[in-house]
């Protein structure tokens, strides 16, 4: 994620995008059998035992199966919010020292645009990683040539962006969260003798994790929006509704997945803010 403060002019200003496309292409790949599993808890309202054995006996080779699309789509995640935050910061301080609501701003333009550009990734992921899909839609290809059988206007509406007014509030809200703090953490983490990186890697993975659980609901949301196929595009709220019950109104149930949501995004945003901070030169 982009820093507060303009980088020093030592510092190469295009590092923001390549760090951010690498260590969140790392991260992904590390992390994915700990996402798959929280997706299976999400949809299924499992426990952390049953989701492993699930996936455990499908084998290994299934472990990776959708891979691909969140590969590449954090991939482009961390380009565009480590570069374009920065964009919208820098214009909205005017070159000058960032203040709170230029972080907040920036951060939620940028998340906003990210769910623009990113829902369709997203979309694909979901159905392939549920197992009920497996017979019917072995790859990504299968489900896009689904969605050509739509109409132009559904293959929007109930293909590719089903579920994206929930994705924008999540992302807008995640990323203006997530800058907001990064900062202020960071700099409050930084003590005489500890390494630079430290701080932000302690920062990036509390803040991190703080906005994920903040937000888990809505992910558990976008989850079962997004898992289902077909022409009809049930409401929001009676999604939501039907969530609700799964989990017998209980919000124990509903963050069923929250201690891998934790790990997950412990080592996913701590890796990436120490990496982006070290390379820019802002530790």
Not at 148 to 163: D, E, H, I
Not at 232 to 242: D, F, I
């Amino acid at each position: 994620m982009e820093d507060g403060n303009p980088p020093p002019s030592s510092t190469w200003h295009g590092s923001g995008y390549s760090v951010g496309a690498t260590s969140t292409f790392l991260s992904t790949v590390l992390t994915f059998p700990i996402y798959k599993t929280i997706f299976r808890q999400q949809l299924h309202t499992m426990t952390i035992r049953a989701a492993s054995q699930q996936l455990l006996k499908e084998g290994f080779a299934q472990l990776y199966r959708g891979l691909p699309p969140p590969l590449v789509a954090k991939t482009v995640q961390g380009t565009l919010l480590f570069g374009t935050q920065g964009t919208f910061q820098r214009l909205l301080s005017g070159n000058g020292k960032a203040g709170h609501w230029d972080r907040c701003l920036s951060g939620l333009m940028s998340g906003a645009l990210e769910a623009v550009l990113l829902v369709p990734f997203e979309r694909v992921q979901n159905i392939l990683q549920d197992g009920r899909n497996n017979t019917r839609f072995p790859s990504a290809g299968s489900i896009l040539q689904e969605f050509q059988s739509y109409s132009a206007r559904n293959r929007f509406t109930f293909g590719v962006y089903r579920g994206f007014a929930v994705i924008l509030a999540r992302n807008a809200l995640g990323s203006a969260l997530y800058f907001s703090f990064k900062e202020p953490l960071r700099d409050a983490l930084s003590l005489d003798g500890v390494p630079g990186w430290v701080p932000s890697l302690v920062s990036g993975s509390v803040n991190g994790a703080f906005t994920s659980l903040i937000l888990y609901p809505l992910s558990v949301l976008v989850s079962n929006m997004q898992a289902g196929v077909g022409k009809e595009l049930p409401k929001t709220r009676e999604v939501a509704g039907e969530v609700w019950l799964k989990c017998g109104g209980k919000v124990s149930l509903l963050y069923r997945g929250a201690s891998l949501i934790i790990l997950r995004s412990c080592i996913t945003w701590g890796v990436t803010t120490a990496i982006h901070d070290v390379l820019r030169g802002q530790h």
